[in-house]
């Protein structure tokens, strides 16, 4: 699909997750798309928000940002409060700019680790970028270029820990595939194990939360 009205639309069709908030995540590895992927579905959405989680992570804690997430905007948003917290700032190397993320009807989270164990709860619905990690680890260097070759040794080690302790893909909701022109989007393992439950069972899937 080139246009993302018609998901944007059922995105908004969905019922609240966090307080008056469908907290959308766009997961996947560095380098699989996402932040491309969710300012288009922003767009689709009329501007709605979007949290990029490379603004609560640090060179210190990759992906040790649980709390600061979850008292930082998860617990404004289920209170149906405007969320504040501060960006770091790759350069400078600290968190600088104040921010502030509304709680709008439907609000974007994209970033690695965004459809992570303690976020799922509160999500209305887990895209994964389905492009595969040397293939997007690959796209992010070049992307990047040579003098971050380090931090993209180092990255791509606490990346691979992170998914093998908490993985996102088997919990996410659609698979979205990029193609020359726009996206498609294929049910996710969630998705297709409520269909298949439903033929084989006749009970509704629950995740393993």
Known sequence: MTDLTGAAAGL?????????????????????????????????????????????????????????????????????????????DWTLRRFTEPRELPAAPVVLIEGVGAGR????????RLHWMDRGAEESWERGR?????????????????????????????FADALVRELLEGYVMLPGPVSTAMHDQTITHGDQFRPPY
Do not use: N
């Not at 164990?117 to 209305?124: I, M, Q």
């Open 12 to 88: 908004r069709a969905l019922p609240p997750s966090c307080g008056p908030v469908r907290l959308i995540a766009v997961d996947g590895h560095a380098g699989s798309g996402k932040s491309t992927f969710a300012g288009r579905l922003a767009a689709a959405l009329d501007g709605a928000p979007v949290l990029r989680l490379d603004d609560l992570a640090s060179h210190e804690e990759l992906f040790a940002w649980t709390e600061r997430l979850m008292k930082r905007i998860i617990e404004p948003l289920a209170r149906g409060a405007t969320a504040h917290y501060e960006a770091y």
């Open 117 to 124: 164990r303690a976020l799922r709860p509160y999500l209305a």
């Open 142 to 170: 070049r992307r990047d270029g040579p003098g971050l070759s380090t931090f993209w040794d180092g990255w791509t080690t606490a990346e691979t820990r992170h998914f093998s302790a908490d993985p996102s893909r088997p």
